[in-house]
């Protein structure tokens, strides 16, 4: 089966964190303790958040992370785009150089294209607001 990193899982549940408290800034140390996932970890998974401007952060005694992106607004797609890169379900679509010297006769590509493609479709309507 198909299955997402770790670290997007956590991605998906710090977000989903956030998307519950929109007013205020929620410190990692508090998303720590409540989500049970390490401190450190989630340092890395927010800075990559951040680069994809998906949140905010503030320094201070109020400070923490902030959703500046409404949670309706973000496909599940992106957040997997963000923390996986772009891919395909085959590791041959993955790269832009031919990997299989047998591409063209490859019936296996072909479907698995198809069902990417409707994998993709998924994971576009799917929101955060919707998790």
């Known amino acids: ?7 997007t899982d956590y991605a998906l549940q710090l977000l989903k964190l956030l998307s519950l408290h929109t007013e205020k800034y929620v410190s990692l140390k508090q998303a720590s303790v409540v989500s049970g996932i390490s401190f450190l970890f989630l340092q890395k998974i927010a800075r990559k958040l951040r680069q994809a401007k998906l949140i905010e952060a503030e320094q201070g005694v109020s400070g923490g992370y902030k959703l500046i992106v ?3 607004k973000i496909s599940l797609r992106k957040i997997v ?11 041959c679509q993955c790269s832009s150089k031919t990997i299989c010297a047998n591409e063209k006769k490859c019936t296996v590509m072909k479907k698995f294209k198809k069902i ?7 994971f576009d ?3 955060l607001s919707d998790l």
């Open 81 to 91: 785009e963000i923390m996986e890169g772009s891919c395909g379900l085959l590791s």
């Open 116 to 122: 990417n493609t409707e994998v993709v479709k998924i």
């Open 1 to 7: 089966m198909l299955t997402l990193r770790k670290e």
């Open 70 to 72: 409404s949670p309706k």
């Open 125 to 127: 309507k799917m929101k």
